[in-house]
């Protein structure tokens, strides 16, 4: 109640009026609060329904990101998961994007999300101008991740041997890939006379330009180095890549877990992801996120996720490669492991920093006397129970 606090502080801050003033404007704020509580309070029993309160179901969430056709075109394709496809997921947006050799996504913005990827197979090259006016190029293989921050001008090209797939992740699950600032779509509708005196050719230079978005198209595999236009430029000072495959891992018995948030890498600032690697029979425990939604991705395998949304609230639903799940910010959850392939997750949060409470350590944080009330549980339960974080647990023996 911070009416009850404000006036405390009032109160212990008058002392130079003396008590009897002290004692009077607290005796007023007390009747006017009683009388603001028991108006709320009236207001309230009218309000309430007769029934008991209705809960609303716990709303789908699971997606098939690879079951759509997408956008297809020569030079690759793009399938997206947005609350279009996934209504539940309002701060997460996900692509599954593939490039042939040579193939690029042209040159972009996005105005509305920061865009982070992963690479799944394959190659790519990057290259990102930022607002000061600094420029990076850098190429990424399988376990490679980026983050580009929103309004940041970028681009991807395939390097090959074979087709490049990424998973992109966007801050906003309203963000579409397919609605996004490209330098074609810009150029087309522009005067051509504008174009002119901005660009330095000849209007009939630009007949032969894209007359609408590219989006994506074909290339020729670029040499292995190669100069940036305006040699000028300073590199950027803020790496906009991040090796996720190939930092140490937090080892469990049941498998490993790579979680790279702001303090990893620094200019990812609105996401935290995660690469979850689960053995055959591993159990990743009961736990929460205090501050931010979850954004799974499954690249192998398979995994049964259960989630809990109090008023016995719970739903669960099986995943595997190809399928998105969404677990909103505090919602309770943990994934069995399915199968006798190895299950690999790539997780995205919707916050720069990590947050996690699990069950145990939670339980952990508690003296035995209120978990025996709690529980209605003897010593000998007690004295069975984790102390703190089990994270990944093993195969049951
Ligand atoms: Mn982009
Ligand atoms: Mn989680």
Not at 41 to 65: C, G, H, M, N, R
Not at 173 to 187: A, R, V, Y
């Amino acid at each position: 109640m911070p009416d009850e606090r404000g006036t405390d502080r009032q109160a212990g801050t008058d002392r130079s009026a003396g008590i009897d003033r002290r004692a009077l404007f607290s005796a007023i704020s007390n009747v006017s609060l009683g009388l603001a509580a028991t108006a709320v309070i009236a207001e309230q029993v009218k309000a309430a329904p007769s029934e008991e309160t209705k809960v609303e179901e716990l709303e789908p969430f699971k997606y098939d990101i690879e079951s759509e056709t997408g956008w297809v075109g020569p030079g690759g394709s793009a399938k997206e998961a947005t609350v279009k496809q996934l209504p539940v997921s309002q701060t997460i947006a996900g692509v599954s994007m593939r490039l042939e050799p040579g193939a690029i996504r042209e040159l972009h913005w996005h105005a509305l999300a920061a865009e982070w990827a992963y690479v799944i197979t394959g190659r790519c090259r990057t290259t990102v101008i930022t607002p000061n006016g600094q420029a990076e190029v850098d190429d990424f293989e399988v376990g490679d991740t980026w983050y580009f921050p929103r309004g940041h001008g970028h681009a991807i090209q395939a390097l090959g041997p074979g087709e490049c797939h990424f998973l992109l992740g966007f801050d906003n699950g309203h963000f579409s890939e397919f609605g996004t600032f490209s330098i074609t779509d810009w150029i087309a509708r522009t005067p051509r006379h504008v174009l002119a005196r901005n660009l330095n050719l000849p209007e009939a230079a630009f007949a032969q330009l894209p007359q609408k978005e590219l989006y994506i198209g074909p290339g020729q595999v670029p040499p292995a180095v190669e100069d940036i236009r305006n040699s000028e430029l300073q590199p950027s000072q803020s790496a906009h890549k991040f090796r996720m495959g190939k930092m140490p891992p937090k080892v469990f018995e049941g498998g490993e877990e790579r979680i790279v948030s702001s303090n990893e890498f620094p200019i990812q600032t609105t996401i935290t992801a995660n690469r979850m690697d689960l053995k055959p029979g591993a159990l990743r425990e009961l736990h929460w996120h205090p501050h931010a939604d979850e954004w799974q991705f499954y690249t192998k395998g398979r995994g049964r996720v259960t989630i809990f949304g109090s008023h016995g609230r719970v739903k669960t639903e099986e995943f595997g490669p190809g399928h998105v799940a969404f677990i909103k910010q505090g919602y309770g959850h943990y994934i069995e492991q399915v199968g006798d392939e190895p299950t690999q997750i790539l997780i995205l949060f919707n916050s720069g920093l990590y947050q996690e409470i699990s069950l145990t350590n939670w339980l952990g944080g508690n003296p035995n006397s209120l978990l025996t009330s709690n529980f209605g549980i003897g010593k000998d339960q007690l004295d069975r129970l984790p102390k703190k974080e089990v994270g990944i647990l093993g195969k049951r023996g």
